[in-house]
């Protein structure tokens, strides 16, 4: 019989294997044999924790994007402001969050995007993804412009983040969050000064990545 409390702790363990897996083979020979040699376990455990490779790989992309939804409400949180750039600023930094800049979660992240396009359930999570980010700054947007430019807004900004993420993570050398960020800040900067809203800079960059 299973220790009580064991199934969370082996369901992370896993996760935290299949991110290794990634990292060292690409999604593609990433096994359930090499996953769990990762994690020290036997493959039945995978099958009977999640159903298989994908439905593992769909537990650890969840668990992802929790991380980044922490990782923006942290941001939010700490804000002595409730002005929307403020909270836009936010939202940018927490998508360059370490939780998911570095090497392994960026494989990861790249191998989640290109099952998305043939995994139903991949797409789903992709989805919820993509309309998160919107939401969050469309309602931002919203409280500074009239909403058609709001919505332009926030898919101009969407993409802006979405490509510097894109671009780091396929740089050998990997993401220079520092650098990503003020790019994005600067071009939050452009489409509020293009709508005469701009305002002197907040406070400066953390190098917290």
């Known amino acids: 019989m299973p220790k009580v409390g064991m199934e969370p702790i082996r369901r992370q363990q896993l996760i935290t294997a299949t991110v290794a897996a990634i990292d060292e083979v690409g999604l593609a020979d990433a096994t359930v044999m090499r996953i769990a040699r990762h994690a020290g376990v036997s493959a039945g455990i995978i099958s009977h924790y999640f159903g298989g490779k994908d439905g593992l790989l769909e537990a650890t992309m969840r668990q ?8 923006v409400a942290a941001r939010r949180a700490a804000l002595s402001t409730d002005a929307p ?7 940018i930094d927490g998508n360059f969050d370490r939780s998911q800049v570095t090497g392994p979660v960026a494989k990861t992240w790249l191998a989640f995007w290109a099952s998305s396009m043939h995994k139903p359930e991949l797409a789903r999570l992709q989805n919820v993804n993509d309309r998160r980010l919107y939401a969050n700054l469309c309602h931002q947007f919203r409280r500074l412009m009239p909403r058609e430019q709001a919505r332009d807004a926030a898919r101009a900004l969407a993409a802006m983040i979405d490509g510097l993420w894109l671009r780091g993570a396929l740089t050998p050398e990997g993401q220079d969050t520092d650098r ?3 790019l994005a800040r600067e071009y939050l900067e452009q489409l509020l000064v293009a ?8 406070a400066p960059l953390s190098l917290e990545s």
């Open 195 to 202: 709508h005469d809203l701009a305002a002197p800079q907040t």
């Open 180 to 182: 990503a960020r003020r």
């Open 85 to 91: 750039r403020a909270h836009l600023e936010a939202i």
């Open 64 to 71: 992802i994007l929790s991380d980044l939804g922490e990782a």
